[in-house]
């Protein structure tokens, strides 16, 4: 069965800082680049970060780049967005999925930034 569970996702004040984790099933976790997405209320889904299998290649988005950092335990079949210098146009409902992303998704974890 494909799963993907996203955790990790709260109420931040700008500025602050947020782990995420994403545990995924084997058939999408093995052997594939994986990434986090976003999605804010109106606006297209958004590729975040995306990180090789071996974890060598890691890749971001510019409105992120220097703040995120994207890490994986292929042991755990998880995946991990590390969040820091958080902004308010940071708050969305964050996804993990593989890179190019598969047909099924998880129901995300929230992050919203506000004082």
């Known amino acids: 069965q494909v799963q993907l569970v996203e955790s990790g996702g709260g109420l931040v004040q700008p500025g602050g800082s947020l782990r995420l984790s994403c545990v995924a099933s084997g058939t999408i976790f093995s052997f594939n680049t994986m990434a986090w997405y976003r999605q804010a209320p109106g606006k297209e889904r958004e590729l975040v970060a995306t990180i090789s299998y071996g974890g060598v290649t890691r890749s971001y988005a510019d409105s992120v780049k220097g703040r995120f950092t994207i890490s994986r335990d292929n042991a755990k079949n998880t995946v991990y967005l590390q969040m820091n210098s958080l902004k308010p146009e940071d708050t969305a409902v964050y996804l993990c999925?593989?890179?190019?992303?598969?047909?099924?998704w998880g129901q995300g974890t929230q992050v919203t930034v506000s004082s």
């Open positions: 999925n593989k890179y190019p992303y598969g047909s099924a």
